[in-house]
C-alpha cells in the first residue's frame, strides 16, 4: 500500500475538502462577485458606448462646422472679388466720366477761345479798317484842297505809314489819337 499512498493521481481524503472548498468559492464568486463585476462591466460599456456616440457626434458637428465655415468663406471670396470688380467697374466709370468731362471742358475752353479770338480779330481788323479810312480821307482831303506836287505826294506816303506803324504799335490807344488825328487835320486845312 506504499506504492497507492505515493501515488498523486489516485485521490485523498484532501481531495474532496479542496474540492468543496473550491465550489463554495466558486459559487460565492458566481452568487455575490460575478453579477458585480459584470454590473461594473456593463455599466464601463455603457459609459464607453455613451463617450463613443458622443465622440462621434462631436465629429460629425465639428465636419458640418468645417463645412459652414468653407462654404462662408467661399461666400466670402466671391462677395469680396464681387465687390472688387464692382469698385473697377465703377472706378473705370468714373474715370471715363471725368475725362469725358474734361474732354467737353477742354472743348468748350477751346471753342470759347476760338470765339474770343476771332472776335478781337474782327475788332481789330474792324478798328484798322477805320483808321485806315479815316487816313485815308484825311489824306484825299488834303490832296483836293492843296494840291499835290511829287514831293508833297512823298511826304503824304511817308506820313500815312508812319500814323499806320504807330497806330499798329500802339493798338489801345491808336483808335482815340487816329479819330483825332484826322479831325486836327481836316479842321486845319477848312
Do not use: C, H
Not at 458566481?30 to 461594473?40: G, S
Not at 465629429?59 to 470688380?85: V, W
Not at 466720366?97 to 479770338?117: C, H, M, N, P
Request: hydrophobic share 45%; charged share 30%.
Amino acid at each position: 500500500m506504499l506504492i497507492a499512498t505515493s501515488n498523486f493521481l489516485v485521490p485523498g481524503p484532501t481531495f474532496v475538502v479542496e474540492l468543496v472548498i473550491f465550489l463554495v468559492v466558486l459559487w460565492t464568486l458566481a452568487k455575490y462577485v460575478l453579477p458585480y463585476a459584470n454590473r461594473m462591466i456593463e455599466a464601463r460599456q455603457q459609459t464607453i458606448e455613451r463617450n463613443l456616440n458622443e465622440a462621434e457626434e462631436a465629429r460629425a458637428r465639428a465636419q458640418e462646422l468645417e463645412e459652414q465655415r468653407a462654404r462662408q468663406l467661399a461666400q466670402g471670396r466671391e462677395e469680396a472679388r464681387r465687390l472688387r470688380d464692382e469698385a473697377a467697374k465703377v472706378g473705370e466709370q468714373l474715370r471715363q466720366d471725368l475725362q469725358r468731362k474734361g474732354e467737353e471742358d477742354y472743348q468748350r475752353l477751346v471753342e470759347s477761345a476760338t470765339a474770343d479770338i476771332q472776335a478781337s480779330a474782327r475788332r481789330a481788323a474792324e478798328d484798322l479798317r477805320a483808321q485806315v479810312s479815316e487816313l485815308v480821307i484825311a489824306v484825299v482831303e488834303r490832296v483836293l484842297r492843296d494840291g499835290i506836287s511829287v514831293s508833297d505826294q512823298q511826304r503824304l506816303v511817308d506820313q500815312a505809314i508812319s500814323e499806320v506803324e504807330a497806330l499798329s504799335t500802339l493798338e489801345g490807344v491808336a483808335p482815340a489819337a487816329a479819330s483825332g488825328a484826322p479831325a486836327s487835320a481836316g479842321g486845319a486845312g477848312g
